[in-house]
């Protein structure tokens, strides 16, 4: 018997600004020349990334970087420490920088309160891409910390100058400053969260409270994906992970249901589209 589900994918869902403007410096050099080195991952989702490398993009470490000399090789949206670019200026290498403008910004910020000499502690996740171009702007003297309990570890100053990686939690930010001065630390807190990333937390409740049940489509090493997916599980406890369209299951699903899919900031919009036609496919099969 027909499943007969009705299936909607969210309009909000999808790449944001800075992931489709590296994608698209990617897309346009490929177009060129045929090939392009990646330092690191463009994007937290293998299945873009394996699309891309089809194309000719060679994702590349630091280790391989060190040992290229007069190529061109693209900077993702994460960003990168000064140290690469020192790397680059010495190996004559070409950098397509397509670091996000959100960024950036944070870089500069973190740079001139390192130069005031502040005590930094940034929010983030350890050994992220971008939480390394952040240390970086502080020759590794900030202090990153996932959590206010292993923040408390540490033997804080009585003032804090506080950030955090671009695409974490706003409430959870927050939260950590209030407790923080709560314990009575004076706090200098920079709200430096990608707003595009952060409004989809409510974007994406609003979404998920309106389908009997949710598919999040998300690459495994996205923490955007970590957070967003969270936010729509807490909203509809029928919110299912999934990284590629081989993963659906077909006993998620009774007759009749609605199905909304949605995604992270680093999710391709071609992928959603493949999870909805490969829904409707099984909505209409016997």
Not at 16 to 42: H, R
Not at 132 to 144: I, K, M, P, S
Not at 175 to 193: P, S
């Amino acid at each position: 018997m027909p499943l007969n589900l009705s299936v909607r994918i969210d309009p909000h869902s999808g790449f944001c600004f800075g992931v489709i403007y590296a994608i698209q410096m990617a897309e346009d050099i490929l177009d060129e020349q045929g090939y392009l080195y990646c330092l690191g991952d463009i994007v937290h989702n293998d299945e873009e990334v394996e699309r891309l490398e089809k194309r000719g993009l060679r994702i590349i470490d630091y280790d391989t970087l060190a040992g290229l000399r007069g190529e061109k090789v693209l900077i993702r949206a994460h960003g990168e420490p000064p140290s690469t670019y020192q790397m680059a200026l010495q190996n004559n290498l070409t950098l397509i920088d397509a670091s996000c403008p959100v960024v950036l910004k944070l870089q500069n910020r973190i740079k001139t309160s390192y130069d005031r000499q502040d005590k930094i502690f940034i929010y983030g996740k350890h050994g992220h891409a971008e939480v390394r171009g952040l240390l970086g702007q502080t020759r590794g003297d900030a202090v990153v910390f996932e959590s206010l309990d292993e923040l408390l570890r540490h033997e804080l100053p009585a003032n804090i100058t506080l950030y955090s990686q671009t695409t974490k939690s706003t409430d959870s930010f927050y939260r950590i400053k209030g407790e923080l001065e709560g314990r009575g630390y004076q706090v200098a807190a920079n709200d430096t969260i990608c707003r595009q990333v952060s409004n989809r937390d409510q974007e994406l409740r609003r979404f998920a409270a309106e389908y009997d049940q949710v598919v999040f489509v998300s690459g495994t090493k996205s923490s955007n994906g970590k957070v967003l997916y969270q936010a729509c599980k807490e909203t509809n406890p029928n919110t299912h992970f999934i990284s590629k369209v081989e993963e659906l299951c077909s006993s998620w699903f009774e007759a009749g249901q609605s199905v909304g899919i949605c995604g992270a900031t680093s999710t391709p919009m071609w992928l959603m589209e493949d999870v909805r036609d490969a829904l409707m496919r099984l909505s209409s099969s016997k």
